[in-house]
């Protein structure tokens, strides 16, 4: 930890250069904006990144905006509707400035800054980047944060019943996703298989998924890409508003509620959240409600902080606590329902049928977790000279708990608690000529304890080190950027002794025996990227970029040795496993015109020593039991992935309010050398074609603002390229879903008085099962002869927004 203090102390000596900036002075800018026609635009959004301050238009367009540096920074304007502009103003020499903006129906002008650590517009981002925006969010009937994603090309989930998903892109997830929230890198032991991402949805405004090593910027674990979380922008300047959002779900009862309270008062910013969520067990038209798949969510944040002319600095406090039920599957022999674990007279475990009220309750069943998340994080962006320095600082405690034993229902077995700090320093020029550069050091120091009496991974410490550089030069249509970076990673494992009753002892006891071993691991990568952007036309774009990746492995990869009750299994880490190293190739070519906007993502990902995990045998044959449950070991071997994603949008003239969208994702994904068998690797989604028809009703309705009716088809393909092997995993069947949804924001006297979005999932009523649903291996169904679990049938989604300025 005397690390972590340096760096800790070498933050704040790097935060106190902020009083050598350069007296640039105060000022501040107005204008007005209208559209071709001169008419004004009303609620149009001006936004500083770099300051994290802005304004709104008012009713005759105009704004203002004070406390501003008096130097070159990058404005930015969006509208529903309107083209986003980006330009580079001279504050020194300008106090005002007005804008025309053009009409557009897709927005491709988009800004993002997840792994460039160069704020970009993402037609100049040779990386695939994909946006979704807060409407995407919330028009999205999900259950959690994740399952609002996972429509996205290219972008899968892992799930665990309703509550639990955990992100993966192009075939690769779990400690190759780097989930970056509030600034920083979300640690929540995500090696495990039911561990999900202890993130507020409500607190999101946008995000940001990078698909591609993103190590360049994240270090170890960024191999796949990067999904970033950003909250809403600073109100603008002198704006309090407070807004209140509620959500119902048929299938499984879901109930949520948010509640925000934000204001922007001189110099002084504040966001107060608290949130709240709860379901029963879901259903569909095989398994009928699933047995203790119900989940409680409560989370709350504050942001408190400073944004003036030299920039900003804001910290961040979150808590967040999920209560999800483990799904066992157990099922009575005869008639097939859902059975539970109850606590006999003689005071020994039975069996019972599930009720109606245990599948309908929303207090939690038997197993269990409790997972509780604290975090507080510290932003700092000063201005200095024409570029600025960005200090961000964050601690993580993340406690996980489960609850298995019917006869002590408030003992816990497993419990751990991570402990993380983030770190990352580093300074982003200006553009100079067409020139940007940006270099830094960034990582993290971790430590978890074992404070249950289940073990399945030792107490270990974990401190990473990198330092990276990258660059960005334009060249009239074209675009250049690329960097290096060197990382460090130290993995430290203690040593256990339990005794004759597993529980811990010393080396000592005569009745010991050894679940772990000491270990101490140093692991380093070097990790690239090199990539163009090139303007063929007004309407036609291409992207190249090759980039190198690093991953070290996990804990549990590394010494896993005991039951994973969540996921029904006993692993086995394997301690000679190496980092893995990527190398992966990405091409684009877009096309974008007033009534088609299409573009076609194609990549190449070559993986030295992947680590997968697979089903053992006994040296008897069939399934190696142990404590009762088949067993799991991890391995490594050389893997090529390739693939793509496919994307049109049609809005023909001049039926402009009509729009057919359509997308295909494909991931093909192989150990090499393998036999048929064990060629390929496990948990591979299936190829997935989606396609929509949206129709925007905007200019119908004298009341009602951002009208859209939507229907939707999912089709997932046949999955037959499994890791067969030892029954390790099974080819899973094609599927189509249909969804609907309509929306509107709810418009008086100028101001929206609410928004209302009802929305439709599964409407045929489908019983599938996902490819990577975890919950495809529980037990067989004897009555039925079917095996797993299905995932959620017919599901309708009522949601409110209701926003109050104060």
Not at 515 to 537: C, E, I, M, P, Y
Request: proline share 3%.
């Amino acid at each position: 930890m005397k690390k972590i203090y340096l760096l800790f102390i070498s933050l704040v000596v790097a935060l106190g250069s902020y009083a050598e900036v350069t007296a640039m002075g105060q000022t501040s800018l107005q204008g007005k904006i209208t559209d071709k026609n001169g008419e004004p635009i009303i609620g149009a959004n001006i936004y500083f990144q770099e300051l994290k301050t802005g304004a709104v238009t008012d009713n005759n367009g105009n704004y203002q905006i004070n406390n501003l540096p008096g130097r070159t920074v990058l404005i930015q304007i969006s509208s529903l509707g309107y083209k986003m502009i980006l330009e580079n103003i001279d504050l020194a020499s300008t106090t005002r400035k007005d804008f025309v903006m053009q009409e557009s129906i897709t927005e491709i002008s988009e800004v993002t800054v997840t792994g460039q650590a160069i704020t970009s517009q993402l037609t100049k981002t040779p990386t695939p980047v994909s946006i979704v925006s807060l409407a995407d969010l919330q028009q999205h009937p999900s259950t959690n944060l994740i399952d609002a994603l996972s429509s996205q090309p290219g972008v899968s989930q892992i799930t665990t019943g309703g509550g639990i998903s955990k992100p993966v892109i192009r075939g690769l997830g779990y400690n190759r996703v780097v989930v970056v929230n509030d600034g920083v890198r979300q640690e929540g032991q995500q090696w495990g298989d039911e561990h999900g991402i202890e993130i507020d949805e409500n607190q999101v405004n946008r995000a940001e998924i990078l698909k591609g090593p993103a190590s360049l910027l994240y270090g170890s674990d960024a191999m796949a890409g990067v999904v970033s979380f950003f909250s809403a922008p600073i109100l603008p300047q002198g704006k309090v508003q407070l807004n209140a959002s509620a959500n119902y779900q048929t299938n499984n009862g879901l109930m949520a509620y948010s509640l925000d309270y934000a204001g922007h008062k001189k110099t002084f910013v504040w966001d107060l959240r608290y949130s709240g969520k709860e379901a029963h067990a879901y259903q569909n038209k095989y398994d009928g409600y699933v047995y203790d798949s119900g989940f409680k969510e409560n989370a709350a944040s504050a942001l408190v902080g400073i944004s003036n002319w030299w920039g900003y600095s804001h910290l961040t406090l979150s808590m967040y606590h999920l209560t999800p039920g483990i799904v066992e599957g157990n099922r009575d022999s005869l008639s097939g329902k859902f059975v539970k674990d109850i606590v006999l007279p003689d005071g020994t475990v039975g069996s019972a049928i599930a009720t109606h009220n245990d599948l309908t309750t929303y207090s939690h069943q038997m197993p269990f977790q409790q997972v509780y998340h604290y975090k507080a994080v510290w932003n700092n962006n000063i201005l200095l000279g024409d570029g600025s320095l960005k200090a961000t600082l964050g601690y993580q405690q993340n406690r996980r708990q489960e609850f298995a034993d019917v006869l002590t229902p408030n003992n816990y077995g497993l419990y751990f608690q991570l402990h993380t700090l983030n770190y990352d320093v580093h300074y982003q020029s200006a553009d100079l000529n067409g020139y940007s550069f940006s270099f830094g050091v960034s990582g993290m120091g971790q430590r978890s304890l074992n404070k249950g009496t289940e073990f399945l991974v030792p107490e270990y410490g974990l401190f990473d080190v990198g330092a990276f550089a990258v660059a960005k030069k334009t060249i009239g249509k074209l675009d250049i950027s690329g960097g290096l970076r060197f990382d460090n990673r130290s993995e430290t494992g203690k040593s256990l002794y339990l005794d004759a009753n597993d529980a811990k002892t010393t080396a000592s006891d005569p009745t010991a025996t050894q679940r772990f071993f000491a270990f101490s691991k140093d692991f380093n990568g070097v990790s690239g990227s090199l990539g163009a952007t090139l303007q063929l036309s007004d309407n036609w774009i291409t992207k190249l970029n090759i980039s190198q990746g690093f991953r070290a492995p996990s804990i549990g990869e590394l010494a896993a040795n005991g039951v994973h009750d969540g996921t029904v299994r006993y692993e086995i880490g394997n301690s000679g496993l190496k980092s893995e190293h990527s190398l992966q190739l990405d091409y684009e070519l877009g096309y974008n015109t007033e009534h088609v906007t299409a573009k076609v993502n194609l990549f190449a990902n070559n993986i030295r020593n992947y680590i997968y995990s697979h089903k053992i045998n006994s040296v008897n044959g069939g399934d190696s039991i142990q404590s009762g449950f088949s067993t799991y070991k991890f391995d490594s071997g050389n893997a090529l992935l390739f693939g793509g994603e496919a994307y049109l949008d049609i809005h023909p003239h001049p039926l402009d309010w009509l729009h057919f969208e359509n997308s295909f994702s494909y991931v093909y994904s192989e150990l090499k050398n393998q036999t048929d068998s064990t060629r390929y690797l496990p948990f591979t989604p299936a190829p997935r074609w989606t396609s929509d028809i949206r129709v925007d009703l905007n200019h119908t309705f004298k009341s009602l603002k951002n009208t859209y009716v939507s229907f939707g088809m999912e089709h997932d393909f046949k999955q037959n390229h499994v890791y067969s092997a030892y029954g390790t995993e099974t080819p899973t069947d094609a599927y189509t879903l249909l969804n609907a949804g309509i929306g509107t924001d709810i418009v008086w006297n100028k101001r929206t008085l609410c928004t209302i979005y009802i929305s439709g999932t599964n409407l045929a009523d489908v019983a599938y099962q996902s490819h990577l649903s975890r919950l495809k291996y529980e037990a067989e169904n004897y009555t039925t002869g079917r095996v797993g679990v299905y995932n959620m049938g017919r599901n309708f989604s009522f949601k409110l927004i209701v926003p109050v300025n104060l």
